[in-house]
């Protein structure tokens, strides 16, 4: 059953990524940029993902993966990926900006505990239909939204350092 799921889950993000790679390729070319191969990896590498990923990440990544890539076409296809809406950029509280795929992916808010730096992504209709009364009276239709929420873990020990960031430190 799980590797049925693993393997839907593949399918589905496979998928995402080809229609996102199709939306920046008309996108692209509607603007007059070139589209290169290059750019397509790093739209690619984002989209292969589960996690939120820095521009160094995606640089290191790419560059393990033996392609040959500069920081500033990475950092330059980031900014087109945001204009293009096929990105957010959110922040973790790590002082540098994080991307995360957008395209495909509901509205949601990440929970960051402030001690040990683990994400929670959390989908919900509820937070949905408040947002989008607050848009509403303000003027606004709502759009997509990706929220940043600072707190502890509730598995905090009495010392203040949460308990998930003491397992992280011993290994």
Do not use: P
């Not at 692209?28 to 750019?39: A, F, L, N, P």
């Not at 993966?65 to 957010?88: E, G, P, Q």
């Not at 003027?139 to 308990?163: D, P």
């Amino acid at each position: 059953m799980l590797t049925q799921n693993r393997k839907k889950n593949t399918r589905e993000r496979h998928e995402q990524a080809r229609q996102a790679e199709s939306i920046f390729k008309a996108s692209m070319k509607e603007e007059g940029y070139r589209c290169t191969q290059e750019r397509l990896t790093v739209l690619r590498e984002i989209y292969e993902s589960d996690s939120h990923l820095d521009a160094d990440e995606i640089f290191v990544r790419l560059k393990k993966k033996n392609i040959s890539i500069s920081r500033a076409t990475v950092y330059h296809t980031l900014d087109l990926l945001f204009k293009f809406h096929l990105v957010n950029k959110i922040d973790l509280g790590h002082k540098h900006t994080h991307y995360e795929k957008s395209y495909g992916v509901g509205n949601h808010l990440h929970i960051i505990c402030e001690q040990c730096d683990r994400v929670v992504e959390v989908h919900s209709d509820e937070l949905n239909r408040i947002l989008d009364t607050l848009c509403e009276q303000n003027g606004f239709s709502l759009g997509s939204f990706s929220l940043q929420v600072f707190a502890k873990c509730q598995s905090e020990g009495k010392k203040g350092k949460c308990n998930l960031k003491a397992i992280a430190e011993k290994h």
